[in-house]
């Protein structure tokens, strides 16, 4: 058990609506990553926060957001869905975002339909 | 921008031959980590290299980080079941206030029994 929690683990929404995928991050861990990985591919880089703010940015589409909160839980916002946004999103934290390993969560499996 | 990439893409083994896989970022990286991914998982931290000629032996896994920093090889000594699974290297720029790990596009190993 990696120690981050993501929810929920499976989801399936038609075109067009929007989704929540949410990521408790490891106790103590600050820095938290959003993935995204398409069936059979790599790993997307997406977008990281620190300790609330905003630290890097990926190719992540206009329709997606996404905030870490004063708890540090973070939340990735999916609107204007697409049958090609379907994919496994993974959350990962990390103790500082530098040099830190990154501590993965099991994933959300988002089915759009 | 950044791109990894790692080679080969698949690699089908008998139980007991030796695997590598061979990751190569388009620039200079401050750190590089390895990761593995069992089918349905998530990536699994493995090991973290920083230094220019590090090498790296856990077990039957050896890694290496290559002299110029833009290269990294992980190598599996007589392969074993429990070693099926896509393995990741993840690498981090240079530049200042660089944060993000870029993963490389994976290597899929499966082991023949």
């Known amino acids: 058990d990696s120690g981050v929690t993501q929810t929920p683990k499976h989801l399936i929404t038609a075109t067009g609506q929007r989704v929540t995928l949410r990521c408790s991050p490891r106790s103590g861990d600050l820095s938290v990553y959003w993935y995204q990985q398409s069936l059979d591919q790599g790993l997307q880089f997406l977008i990281q926060?620190?300790?609330?703010?905003?630290?890097a940015k990926g190719n992540i589409l206009e329709r997606f957001s996404a905030q870490q909160f004063p708890d540090l839980h973070s939340e990735l916002n999916l609107s204007s869905l697409e049958l090609g946004d379907s994919a496994l999103y993974f959350c990962?934290?990390?103790?500082?975002?530098?040099?830190?390993?990154?501590?993965f969560g099991n994933g959300t499996r988002l089915t759009v339909t | 921008g950044q791109q990894v990439m790692q080679i080969p893409q698949y690699q089908h083994v008998q139980e007991g031959e030796d695997f590598t896989t061979y990751c190569n970022s388009s620039?200079?990286?401050?750190?590089i980590q390895w990761y593995k991914q069992r089918p349905g998982g998530h990536p699994v931290f493995l090991i973290q290299l920083v230094k220019s000629g590090e090498v790296k032996k856990q077990k039957r896994l050896t890694f290496q980080f290559g002299e110029a920093k833009k290269n990294s090889s992980l190598h599996i000594t007589a392969t074993q079941t429990t070693d099926v699974g896509t393995y990741f290297c993840a690498g981090r720029g240079t530049t200042s206030g660089t944060y993000k790990y870029i993963f490389g596009t994976g290597t899929r190993l499966k082991v023949l029994a």
């Open positions: 990962a934290s990390s103790l500082q975002g530098t040099n830190s390993p990154l501590h």
């Open positions: 926060y620190y300790n609330g703010e905003e630290r």
């Open positions: 620039t200079t990286l401050s750190n």
